[in-house]
């Protein structure tokens, strides 16, 4: 099946640790993205690539990195320079062009410990 | 500004009953794409419809129909014969302007359908 594969489901962060979250896709997607998800609140950009070796910041980047290395992978991490971590955090993606709808991964909620 | 308004934070219905999802958006682009998804308790966003801005015809698929009105800015979601397993959290995105595939996501509309 073709989907989005987001890893592990639930994570906890110590204070001043580093955390990676895991998204791996099989759709053969160009694009793809992390949002955060706070209660009540709709998706808020963190980062999104557009194509291997390239991503840029969106709205929400600080305290965050990513990396694209292959087409199928695009890992979020956490610094400990962010200060609020704790939320749920969406990975995406799609073909490119904006007419696409994106698609979406079952999520990692990620916690203070 | 580019912007995406869903005034209702929780609805809440008796099986069987209609009920309207609004959404509200701004926009200068002359050309934007229009998207609902569904957000299940298990936490992923499933896409429902995408329309864009040159198509103003409702669209019905089975129980869901989508009404979008250019003139009003508006892009409401209805569905009719509500079933518990409709409930979810429901957002309304707008597709922005510029070169990649950027989304601006409304609060979300809580729907809860009771037996």
């Known amino acids: 099946d073709g989907g989005i594969t987001q890893s592990p489901k639930y994570l906890f962060r110590k204070e001043g640790q580093n955390v990676t979250l895991s998204c791996e896709q099989n759709?053969?997607?160009?694009?793809m993205y992390w949002y955060r998800q706070d209660p009540g609140q709709g998706l808020r950009l963190i980062y999104y690539?557009?194509?291997?070796?390239?991503?840029q910041k969106g709205d929400i980047a600080e305290g965050y990195s990513v990396s694209r290395e292959k087409k199928e992978s695009f890992p979020l991490t956490v610094t400990s320079a962010q200060k609020n971590p704790t939320a749920f955090y969406l990975c995406a993606s799609s073909p490119g062009p904006r007419e696409q709808p994106q698609h979406f991964g079952d999520g990692t909620r990620l916690s203070i410990l | 500004a580019q912007k995406v308004t869903q005034a209702q934070t929780e609805i809440s219905v008796v099986e069987k009953e209609d009920v309207t999802l609004d959404c509200v958006y701004e926009?200068?682009?002359?050309?934007?794409?229009l998207f609902w998804y569904k957000q299940p308790p298990s936490g992923e966003l499933v896409f429902l419809i995408r329309r864009n801005s040159f198509d103003e015809q409702n669209e019905i698929s089975g129980r869901y129909s989508w009404n979008f009105q250019k003139s009003t800015s508006s892009f409401n979601f209805t569905i009719t014969a509500s079933q518990v397993v409709d409930s979810a959290v429901y957002f309304c995105a707008l597709s922005e302007t510029g070169g990649y595939n950027k989304l601006i996501f409304g609060a979300g509309t809580r729907l809860a359908v009771h037996p």
């Open positions: 926009t200068r682009d002359t050309t934007y794409y």
């Open positions: 759709l053969n997607h160009d694009a």
């Open positions: 690539s557009q194509i291997v070796n390239d991503f």
